[in-house]
């Protein structure tokens, strides 16, 4: 390490993700002397882009905005002259969802069978949104309901592990609401956002010392100081100790991050020519191969959507998420039988490339976003809780009711911003 010069700053920001680029707003405006030290060689962390050989409109991580009525980046975007598509916010609706069973489409009243199963399940949600008691998230579905399989991979894509490993508590404080495609893609606007901030990329963070009055920053080649950090990096960095604190982090503190685990949540992208699909074939559709529906290993749910380029984008979540990153080929394999089967083997020529995400296996996050172990959502506020008014911390998982979503960290990166300033006029 040469250590020539110090930087000086009133406050430095570890990760350049929404969390870290919110954050940095605030500061800006407020005039307070801050950098962003980001490892990776972009901004955005989970909001990223594909290669340009793909089309760098596809949002390999985040891309619908949740809770679209009172979504932050509405705003943003708005700001940016980014379109954003409000027609097909209920496109998740049970109503609207494509359910293909054995390959064939889903009567009308199974449909409703799988309405009725989802109903009574957000019924037995709704008790450990009025209780302080938690349990698995799976003790909210009937297994000998039929559509359990098919809720059963639904909760596990959204949470990224398997319902049954998920605090029901920390799933109930959820909010529903519409989810807001950008198809010129979220990862493109949150570049043209973080436009102007103070950020040094390429420059892993390596090592905090936060025992003194001024705290001392390492990265592999420079050393900074600050009056106050702020941590935006993913629970998987924390978890992993990517990042060495002295002193320690106190053990509330090294709790919290390994009761907040983070999922696994993949994606297979699928680019095809134009003029491949029709308008009526566009939406979000739920396959369950088995007709019997009983197999949730064989569940997957796809998207088909015409712009930026005619593509489908396959999701999935925990064990089978993480497959993808050791086989992808395998998985290729797969949607390409399933694609022509569904499609007709005509529809093969019309396939111009696949592309797929790695998130578990990111350096600098270690999975997709965190989820609370049964009897842990409490301590979302524990990871939050800031250090002797030096260390602050930020990010989805530091956040309650929007945790694993870009306004939940957008939310996070304001408030401890805020916190940082006041704490700083004190
Ligand atoms: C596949 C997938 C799909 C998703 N879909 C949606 C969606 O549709 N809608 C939605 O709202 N949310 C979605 N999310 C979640 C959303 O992307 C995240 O909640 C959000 O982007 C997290 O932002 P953050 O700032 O908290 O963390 P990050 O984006 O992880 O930012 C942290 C930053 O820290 C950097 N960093 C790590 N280690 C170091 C270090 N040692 N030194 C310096 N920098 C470091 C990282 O490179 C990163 O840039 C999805 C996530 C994934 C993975």
């Known amino acids: 390490m040469s250590n020539n010069k110090i930087f000086d700053y009133e406050v430095i920001i570890v990760g350049a993700g ?72 209920d496109i998740f609706s049970i109503e609207k969802t494509k359910y293909l069973f054995g390959e064939k489409p889903l009567l009308i009243n199974k449909k409703k069978k799988i309405e009725k199963s989802y109903n009574n399940f957000l019924v037995e949600l709704n008790f450990y949104r009025e209780n302080v008691e938690d349990n698995r998230l799976s003790s ?84 900074y100081v600050c009056k106050s950090v702020l941590l935006t990096v993913s629970n998987g960095i924390l978890a992993n100790e990517d990042i060495a604190f002295i002193p320690k982090l106190p053990d509330y503190k090294i709790r919290a991050i390994h009761n907040l685990p983070m999922g696994i949540l993949n994606k297979i992208g699928v680019l095809f020519e134009e003029g491949t699909f029709k ?16 197999k949730i290993s064989e569940i997957f749910s796809f998207e088909i959507r015409k712009k930026e380029k005619e593509h489908m984008i396959f999701f999935f979540g925990g064990k089978k998420g993480s497959d993808i990153e050791n086989y992808p080929k395998k998985y290729y394999k797969k949607i390409i039988e399933f694609i022509k089967k569904q499609f007709g083997d005509n529809i093969e020529k019309n396939i111009i490339k696949l592309i ?71």
């Open 279 to 294: 308008d009526n074939q566009l939406g979000w559709y739920v396959v369950t191969p088995d007709k019997y529906q009983n």
């Open 356 to 426: 797929h995400s790695s998130w578990g296996k990111d350096p600098y996050s270690k999975g997709a976003y965190s989820y609370a172990l049964p009897g842990h959502n409490f301590e979302r506020d524990l990871l939050k809780k800031t250090l002797d008014k030096k260390v602050y911390f930020a990010g989805e998982a530091t956040i309650n009711k929007t945790y694993g979503t870009c306004h939940g960290a957008y939310i996070s990166g304001n408030y401890a911003a805020n916190k940082i300033i006041n704490d700083l006029k004190n």
């Open 140 to 223: 909210c579905l009937n297994i000998n309901d039929p559509n359990y399989p098919i809720l059963f991979d639904y909760l596990t894509g959204l949470n990224g592990i398997e319902a049954n490993l998920v605090s029901a508590r920390d799933f109930a404080s959820v909010n529903e609401g519409k989810d807001l495609i950008i198809e010129s893609g979220l990862a493109n606007m949150i570049d043209k956002w973080a436009t102007g901030i103070n950020i040094n990329l390429n420059n892993q963070v390596k090592q905090i010392n936060w025992g003194r009055k001024q705290i001392e920053i390492y990265t592999k080649s420079k050393k």
């Open 18 to 89: 929404i969390a870290g680029i919110s954050a940095a707003k605030i500061l800006d405006n407020n005039n307070i002397s801050n950098i962003v030290i980001e490892a990776n060689n972009r901004v955005g962390g989970r909001a990223k882009k594909a290669p340009e050989s793909f089309g760098n409109w596809f949002d390999l991580g985040c891309s619908y905005l949740h809770e679209g009525e009172i979504n932050p980046f509405r705003t943003v975007a708005k700001s940016l002259n980014v379109p954003i598509d409000h027609q097909n916010g």
